[in-house]
C-alpha cells in the first residue's frame, strides 16, 4: 500500500479546495493536470469542477459526491488524480496519448459542503486518531440503528410465517413502521398493534411475540424512537455554515426553509444526502418520480428505510425527493442537467469509454441495468445491437477481479473483493438511467464498511487504506481492459428472422 500517496483526511470546503491546488501544481506531477471550466454551477452558485489528466481519445470519467453524504466518493477520485498525476504505482506507465481521465470531484457540491461542514463544526478539533475512534463510534450506532429495524422486521415477518399471513408480510412492515414514527417500540407495542388488525388468541400472540424479541434483543426492553446515528450530531446548528461569500448566503437560507418548523432532526445537517432545494440527485429522474407520486397518493407521507425511516422523502429534505416541487412537471436539477449535459457531449464525440460513479459504501459495482425487450422487434423488421452487454460485463468483471486480488493480499481472505449488482427489474435512479443509456457506465459503492459520512474512516489501517488501494489499481486495470476491447466500442451488428426461422448477423458500423 506504501505505493501510493494517500492522504487519511476528511474534507470540507477549504480542504476540498485546498487539495484540488496542491494536485494541480504539485512539482512532483509525471503528468499534467488541467482544470476546465465547471461544467455547471447549483441553484446556490457552486460550481460543478472538471480536471483532467491526458489527451487521449478514450474518455473515462470519475464522479463523487452525487449525494452530499458519501463523502468518501470525493476523497477518492481527488486520490485517485492525485496518484495519476505522480505516477504512483502502477500508474508509472500512464501513457497520456491514450486516455483523457476526466475528474468530476464532486457533483453536489451543495450536499457535500452542508456534511462537512456539520462534520467539522464537531470534529475539527480531533487528531487522526480521534477521528478514527470517533468514526468508529459512529459506525457502531449507525449498525445498532440497522439492527434494530432488522430484527423487528423479522419479527413481524416471522409472525406471518407463524399465523398464515405470509402474503402480506411486506405490507405488514410498511404499515408497521407508518403508523410508529416517534414511537418507541417494545414487545408489548408489537402486540397492541397486531391485535388492532388481526383477530388473533392474545395468550398465543403474546407467548411468540415475546419469544422473538428475547431471541432477537436480548435484554434490551425499549427500542427508541430516536436515532442513535443522528443523536450523536444532535448539538448542531445551522450556524455551521459559514457565511463566506453569496453562495453560502443561499445555502444556508436554503437549509433553513428545509428545517423550518423542525421537521427533521437538526443532526440530519451531518448526514446530509441531497442538494440544498432538498433533491436527492440520484432519485431525481422521470421514472422515480412517478413512482414516488403513486406511493404518496396511497400513503401521503413516504419515509425513507430502514436506520432513516423517522425522515420523510415525499417533501424536500436531507433524505431528499425526485423533484423539487412534488406537483409540478418533472425536470432534472441543475447539477444532473450539467452531468447529462456533459455526459451527451462526449457520446456525440466518440469519447465516451467508461464513466464510474462514486458512491459510498456497500462494496459494490452496479453494472447494466436492463434488457430491451427487442425480440419482437427482431423476428419482424430485425434490430440493430452493439456490444455494450459484452464490453460492460468484461470490464466489470475486470475490475472486480482486480479488488478481489488486492483484498485477498491484505486480509488473507478469499474472494473478499467487491461483488457486482445488476439487471433490476425497473430504473430507480440516475444512475440507472445512465447505465442503459452508455455503453460502460457504472455505479461503484466504495466502502465495504458502511455508514455514510463517516463510518469508512473507522478503520484507517485497513478499510481505509484498502478501498483506496484496491480501487485505484482496479482503476488502472480498467484501462487495460478497454484497450482489450476498445474496437467493439465502434462496432454493431444488425439482426434479423428469415421465414425460417433462421437468425441471420450483418456487421455494421456503430459510430
Not at 404518496?296 to 416541487?325: C, M, Q, S, T, W
Not at 478481489?404 to 457486482?420: A, H, L, N, Q, V
Not at 478501498?467 to 486495470?477: D, F, L, P, V, Y
Amino acid at each position: 500500500m506504501e505505493e501510493y500517496k494517500i492522504d487519511y483526511e476528511i474534507l470540507d470546503y477549504d480542504k476540498f479546495y485546498l487539495r484540488l491546488k496542491n494536485i494541480q501544481y504539485n512539482l512532483a506531477n509525471k503528468n499534467e493536470v488541467t482544470k476546465h471550466e465547471p461544467i455547471g454551477y447549483t441553484k446556490c452558485g457552486f460550481p460543478i469542477e472538471h480536471y483532467s489528466i491526458g489527451h487521449g481519445p478514450m474518455h473515462i470519467v470519475y464522479m463523487g459526491g452525487a449525494h452530499g453524504n458519501e463523502i468518501i466518493s470525493v476523497d477518492y477520485v481527488t486520490q485517485l488524480m492525485q496518484n495519476i498525476a505522480l505516477g504512483c504505482g502502477e500508474f508509472a506507465d500512464f501513457n497520456p496519448e491514450e486516455f483523457t481521465i476526466d475528474f468530476l470531484p464532486c457533483q453536489n457540491p451543495e450536499g457535500f459542503f452542508t456534511t462537512t461542514y456539520a462534520l467539522k463544526s464537531i470534529m475539527q478539533d480531533m487528531n487522526e486518531r480521534e477521528i478514527e475512534e470517533f468514526s468508529k463510534k459512529y459506525y457502531q450506532l449507525y449498525r445498532e440503528d440497522d439492527q434494530s429495524v432488522i430484527n423487528i422486521n423479522k419479527i413481524l415477518r416471522t409472525f406471518c410465517e407463524e399465523f398464515d399471513l405470509s402474503a402480506i408480510k411486506e405490507d405488514l412492515t410498511t404499515l408497521f413502521w407508518q403508523k410508529s414514527i416517534n414511537k418507541d417500540i417494545t414487545s408489548n407495542y408489537i402486540i397492541s398493534f397486531l391485535l388492532i388488525f388481526f383477530h388473533l388468541d392474545e395468550t398465543k400472540l403474546s407467548k411468540f411475540i415475546n419469544n422473538k424479541w428475547q431471541e432477537l434483543f436480548k435484554d434490551k426492553k425499549v427500542i427508541s424512537h430516536l436515532k442513535k446515528h443522528q443523536e450523536i450530531f444532535n448539538n448542531l446548528t445551522l450556524d455551521c455554515i459559514p457565511l463566506i461569500d453569496e453562495k453560502h448566503h443561499k445555502l444556508k437560507e436554503a437549509l433553513s426553509k428545509i428545517y423550518q418548523d423542525n421537521k427533521f432532526p437538526i443532526g440530519t445537517l451531518a448526514n446530509f444526502f441531497s442538494n440544498a432545494s432538498g433533491v436527492n440527485l440520484n432519485d431525481n429522474n422521470e421514472y422515480y418520480f412517478q413512482e414516488l407520486k403513486k406511493k404518496i397518493r396511497v400513503e401521503k407521507d413516504v419515509y425513507a428505510n430502514f436506520r432513516d425511516n423517522n425522515l420523510l422523502k415525499n417533501i424536500p429534505g436531507p433524505v431528499g425527493v425526485p423533484n423539487e416541487d412534488m406537483d409540478g412537471e418533472f425536470q432534472y436539477a441543475e447539477e444532473n442537467q450539467a452531468l447529462l449535459s456533459f455526459l451527451a457531449k462526449q457520446d456525440n464525440n466518440n469519447e465516451n469509454y467508461a464513466f464510474i460513479n462514486c458512491h459510498g459504501t456497500g462494496g459494490v459495482l452496479y453494472i447494466y441495468p436492463v434488457v430491451d425487450d427487442d425480440l419482437e422487434e427482431a423476428h419482424t423488421n430485425g434490430v440493430t445491437r452493439d456490444f455494450k452487454f459484452y464490453i460492460n460485463g468484461r470490464l466489470a468483471n475486470d475490475y472486480i477481479k482486480k479488488t478481489d486480488e488486492i483484498y485477498e493480499k491484505i486480509t488473507k481472505k478469499p474472494s473478499s473483493g467487491y461483488k457486482t449488482v445488476g439487471f433490476p427489474s425497473r430504473i430507480t435512479g440516475v444512475g440507472d438511467v445512465l447505465r442503459k443509456k452508455y455503453i460502460a457506465s457504472f455505479l461503484l459503492e466504495l466502502s465495504k464498511m458502511g455508514g455514510n459520512p463517516i463510518a469508512p474512516y473507522g478503520d484507517k489501517n485497513v478499510n481505509y487504506y484498502l478501498t483506496m488501494t484496491a480501487n485505484m489499481q482496479a482503476a488502472k486495470q480498467l484501462m487495460e481492459t478497454i484497450k482489450e476491447v476498445a474496437h467493439l466500442y465502434d462496432t454493431s451488428y444488425f439482426m434479423y428472422y428469415d421465414s425460417l426461422g433462421n437468425v441471420h448477423y450483418e456487421p455494421r458500423k456503430r459510430r
